[in-house]
């Protein structure tokens, strides 16, 4: 049977539903930050999947060099 939550997640990512969530970390995690703010409008899914701070934090430390953390790893990815 399935579950209340899995039919929100569905109806949420539509023809997308059928991928793993791992698998949608690992296309989000391929994208420039402009387009994860973008993709976050979607769907409640992808604006959870796209505010995961690791991401963010992943993100920024591809960068490297010196930061000023600004409180979260997106706000601090996003003001550079």
């Keep these: 049977m399935e579950s209340a939550g899995n039919g ?3 109806a949420a990512l539509g023809g997308l539903a059928v991928l793993p969530d791992e698998l949608l970390c690992a ?6 930050p402009t387009d994860i703010g973008r993709l ?5 899914v992808m604006y959870i ?3 995961e ?3 963010w934090m992943s993100k920024y430390l591809s960068v490297g060099g ?3 953390y600004k409180g979260s790893w997106k706000k601090t990815t996003l003001a550079r």
């Design 8 to 10: 929100r997640r569905d």
């Design 40 to 44: 976050a409008c979607v769907s409640s």
């Design 27 to 32: 296309v989000v995690d391929l994208l420039q």
């Design 49 to 51: 999947l796209c505010n």
């Design 66 to 68: 010196h930061f000023e």
């Design 53 to 55: 701070e690791p991401l």
